[in-house]
């Protein structure tokens, strides 16, 4: 009986909460004991147990306790120190200026990890000057590093949608530039362009189906917006399905890249866009194969691609007849995708000689092939561009 409100408590629910209080004081027992983890092996391995939904086996996939990492950490940090105290491996003050630093951290609006998510689709498309004005956003800062979109193009596909079009790719491009654009803009627009990009996937089942370049193109504005936020479909399962679409319209060879209808030469406009797409596709792949320590897989290694890159013109100049007369040929906007593309390659050759399939050479440091690959590096760094026209790219990132 709760004296306090007058209500009737099941005894078994009682019984329940004194067990759960008595586990509860024991774990804290231990963890105020600093108990020794004898075996690091066993502790990584339980702590990336983990269930992916409620009800199934428990799966290695990681690390995926941040306590259980730290209690490893100094674990073997002690195993190679005369401490057998983690505070004696940390000394007061640090601890105080660490506790001071989180708690600043903390209170910053930016630290928050994960943004906002919604689950109701949004409706309705913002007002136009909210739309122009996140386009130019978007051709700023996503464009410069995955030209994904002919901007002129994309802009006639705005003006559609706004006169009433019901085109399934147009409705769903401009809603995932809306939700991509929000999400660079700032964190307090998360759930809102969250909503977009369920508003976005109803028109989806209707591109996948055709196969073809606007179906990658819906394939890698996906992945943008994954690689900004989390979602509701895995990155990497996005990306290997546009990896393998590529492949599948020949799009990774030069040979193909350049044929049209009936084996005739494509036209200008459409070759430049087989190109961008293949090697905005190439590099967020190899960007997640890095990060998470898979092999790539669509290539190994640069003598395995021979598609050329798209070509440097701003976007208006670049038309199905070709580019423009006396428009310049090269743009930053463009040059800066290709520079990061080939940064992108020079880590995979890093990957495919050190850490991939075992090779007789290179035997130790001394070997020629370091001093080669330094000097790559530092011509690749020594040809980045020292204006960022206002793309906010850091000159020495």
């Known amino acids: 009986m709760q004296t306090t409100r007058g209500t009737n408590i099941n005894r078994n629910y009682v019984i329940w909460l004194q067990h759960r209080a008595r586990a509860l004081e024991e774990q804290l027992e231990h963890t105020e004991r600093d108990e020794d983890y004898n075996d690091p092996e066993a502790m990584m391995r ?52 660490i506790k001071d630093t989180f708690a600043q951290e903390e209170g910053k609006p930016t630290s928050k990890t994960y943004a906002l998510t919604s689950n109701v689709a949004a409706p309705d498309l913002p007002q136009r000057g909210l739309i122009d004005m996140l386009l130019r956003l978007y051709n700023l800062k996503v464009q410069t590093m995955y030209p994904i979109l002919h901007e002129p193009t994309f802009a006639q596909d705005l003006e559609d949608v706004y006169n009433g079009s019901q085109d399934p790719y147009q409705n769903f491009m401009l809603r995932m530039v809306i939700a991509v654009s929000m999400q660079k803009l700032d964190t307090q627009y998360a759930g809102l362009a969250d909503s977009y990009y369920l508003a976005a996937l109803s028109f989806l089942e209707k591109i996948v189906v055709q196969k073809d370049l606007k179906t990658l193109q819906c394939f890698a504005i996906i992945a943008e917006y994954s690689l ?170």
């Open 46 to 97: 339980g702590a990336a147990a983990v269930r992916i939904q409620e009800g199934d086996d428990t799966k290695f996939l990681g690390p995926s306790s941040g306590i259980a990492i730290t209690r490893l950490v100094m674990q073997l940090a002690k195993e190679f120190t005369e401490s057998k105290s983690i505070k004696e491996l940390v000394p007061d003050a640090k601890q105080k200026h």
């Open 228 to 397: 900004l936020t989390p979602t509701r479909t895995a990155i990497y399962f996005v990306v290997g399905l546009a990896v393998r679409l590529t492949q599948s319209l020949g799009l990774n060879e030069e040979k193909t890249v350049v044929l049209g209808r009936g084996g005739a030469l494509a036209d200008f406009l459409e070759i430049d866009m087989r190109r961008r797409l293949f090697w905005s596709i190439l590099v967020m792949e190899l960007g997640l194969s890095h990060s998470l320590g898979r092999p790539s897989t669509l290539a190994t290694g640069l003598d395995h691609l021979d598609v050329q890159w798209f070509d440097t013109a701003a976007d208006e100049d670049i038309t199905p007849q070709g580019v423009r007369h006396g428009a310049p040929k090269v743009t930053l906007k463009k040059w800066i995708a290709i520079h990061f593309f080939k940064m992108r390659l020079l880590q995979l050759e890093i990957r495919r000689k050190l850490y991939q399939k075992k090779r007789p050479e290179p035997k130790d440091d001394q070997d020629p092939w370091f001093k080669q690959m330094e000097a790559k590096l530092h011509a690749w760094k020594d040809a980045s561009p020292n204006n960022d026209e206002g793309i906010d790219v850091d000159v020495m990132w």
